[in-house]
Every structure is written in structure tokens, then in C-alpha cells.
């Protein structure tokens, strides 16, 4: 007997990932350059973002969208070094991110 598909609840997992940030639906919507409007109706239509919305929340929370569909609840394996960058990056707002990626592709880009 095959066992039935979990399935992946879209909505459960952008309420846990705002939630652990202790954000609100609207400092979410305004990290994720949506409306506040938009993450509402979802919840009250119980309606699944669509694939550019979730790229957008994914973006505003700071994660990959490999993170985001995980089934590890700390998302793929990462070394030490790239679990404490990650866990400082999500603490950061959407300008800061902006100065570190500068800043890091200068790096880079020498």
C-alpha cells in the first residue's frame, strides 16, 4: 500500500517563516515588495501565491526558494560558517542587504 504525499502547505510555511522573525503580514508584504493586501487575501481565500509571488516573499525573507521548499526543517546542509551568515542575514533590512551584497561582489568583482 503506497503511503499518500504529504503535502506541502504554501501558506503554513510563509506564516512559520514570518513568524520566526516575529514580522507582521505587513512588514513581510513591505520586505517582499507586495501589498499587504495580497498576503491577506491568500489567508482568506486560502489561495496559493502565485510562483513570482512566492520568489518575491522568499526574497524578502532572505532565503532561497531551495530553502523554502525544504523538507529539513534547517533547510539543505550548510556549514557552520554559512548557517551563522545566514541566521545574521535574515536580521537585516532590505538596505543593509543591499550594502553587504555591494560590498561582497566588490570582493569578488576585483
Known sequence: MQHPRAEFDILNKITEEREKRNWTEYTLAK???LTQSTISSWYRKNMEPSIASIEKICH???ITMSQFFSSS???PDFTPDQQE???LWVRLNASQKDAILQMIHSFIDK
Open 31 to 33: 520586505n517582499s515588495d
Open 60 to 62: 524578502g525573507l532572505g
Open 73 to 75: 526543517p534547517e533547510g
Open 85 to 87: 551568515l545566514f541566521a
